[in-house]
DNA sequence: CTATTGTTGATAGCGATTTTCAATATCATA
DNA sequence: TATGATATTGAAAATCGCTATCAACAATAG
């Protein structure tokens, strides 16, 4: 499962002199196995059921080495609240958010990507990146 | 001055049985005269010069009030802190926003518009609302 | 094995925002 | 205008998500 990730993970750390933890090795299996926008304290919560010793500190810490190395990519949406999802293997994409269930839907136009390059031009911006979120109902939600 | 939003103020204050105090005028006045993209803080100092004696809660009251009137609306950009904007008299539109200065640009692209809601209903939603900002950096600060 | 150095969990701290509460102001009505 | 019901206020405590601190502990090189 998930051997390259887990060689991107044991690289970086190699790189930056730091130590292969079990903890980090724990929490790295679990973020790798489910790919859902998570909070840090959802995480925690299924971390501590297979391994309740872990502390929350510990949770923020790991995600943060886990972005540094190019596999997690840190959110915040409309709550303020940081979610985290997969980067590796995982292009750019925006989100459609339903307002009744919460469930994330992934999205690329490519159209839209390149209307808003234009548009960042047009008023002399030099763009390095964008956030697009679309809330509604989703079809599930609609009934 | 602004005597449109005063009334549009007042009516919601009657409506919701809530009374005119001297604070909510203050704070609305003020609110009015600066058409920035503030944070609860920097509208609670300048209400301070003023009116000294306003409290923190009594600002974050008021916004809120503001926001349900229709006069203001909550924005919540990457470092996740509230910032406040004139809603009334003021279309739909997304922001610019620069990376070195931090300044707000606001615009709307009318072709983007409409392939937002076409992407969304391309994948069965039922759009409400959305949120898009550029990050990048401006032409000033480019040198 | 041992020393060095990084890691951990608990907990304190922080900034933004909300809640609590007793004192006070507003406002309809007498 | 005086009264009283009800809403509002400022100060301070509480909350929330997250970061910093620190002493005990674990990973790794030699
Ligand atoms: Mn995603
Ligand atoms: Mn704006
Ligand atoms: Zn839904
Ligand atoms: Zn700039």
Redesign the pocket.
């Known amino acids: 499962m998930a051997r390259e990730e887990e060689k991107i993970f044991e690289d970086y750390?190699a790189i930056?002199?730091?130590?292969?933890?079990?903890?980090?090795k724990e929490i790295l299996q679990i973020f790798l196995n489910i790919d859902k926008h998570l909070?840090?304290?959802e995480l925690y919560r299924i971390v501590q059921k297979k391994?309740p010793?872990?502390?929350?500190?510990?949770?923020?810490?790991?995600?943060?080495l886990l972005c540094e190395s190019g596999l997690c990519r840190e959110l915040?949406f409309e709550?303020?609240?940081?979610?985290y999802e997969h980067l590796y293997g995982h292009q750019h994409h925006d989100h459609l958010i339903c307002t009744k269930c919460g469930r994330f839907f992934e999205v690329v136009d490519s159209e839209i990507e390149r209307l808003q390059e234009k548009l960042a031009k047009q008023h002399g911006f030099y763009p390095e990146r964008h956030r697009m979120e679309l809330y509604g109902v989703c079809r599930k939600c609609k009934k």
């Open positions: 750390l930056k002199n730091l130590k292969q933890s079990e903890q980090r909070t840090a304290n391994y010793k872990v502390g929350y500190a510990t949770i923020y810490r790991t995600l943060r915040k709550d303020g609240t940081a979610r």
